[in-house]
């Protein structure tokens, strides 16, 4: 069985930071062989994807809202993968998940593997 449990998410100001993260586990989870991603959803909003990293850490994308603000990195001898989040607005409020993907790049969460439970991240002006 594979878990994904992010953590980090808090209350926050605007113009402020956060370090998320999300320890992977399962005894037939091979960390470094999955490309890890963020999504984020708003209430009442679709998820929507954040930012992914390759298998080796090598490469990463980002959707256009978060360039420049957000950061993302894995550890493969931690099975972690995080997000730093810099100069956070209020529409960053949102629950992220992480998600972990063996093939491809995909935008939509539908096209993931296996999910985390999410953590709550709430900017405040």
């Known amino acids: 069985q594979v878990q994904l449990v992010e953590s980090g998410g808090r209350s926050v100001q605007a113009g402020g930071s956060l370090r998320l993260s999300c320890a992977a586990s399962g005894r037939t989870f091979t960390f470094s062989i999955y490309s890890m991603a963020w999504f984020r959803q708003a209430p009442g909003k679709e998820r929507e994807f954040v930012a992914i990293?390759?298998?080796?850490?090598?490469?990463?994308f980002y959707e256009d809202a978060v360039k420049g603000r957000f950061t993302i990195s894995r550890d493969n001898a931690k099975n972690t993968v995080y997000l730093q989040m810099n100069s956070l607005k209020t529409e960053d409020t949102a629950v992220y998940y992480c998600?972990?993907?063996?093939?491809?790049?995909?935008?939509?969460?539908?096209?993931?593997?296996?999910w985390g439970q999410g953590t709550q991240v709430t900017v405040s002006s």
């Open positions: 998600a972990a993907v063996r093939f491809g790049i995909p935008r939509r969460w539908n096209e993931y593997d296996y």
């Open positions: 990293v390759m298998k080796s850490g090598g490469s990463t």
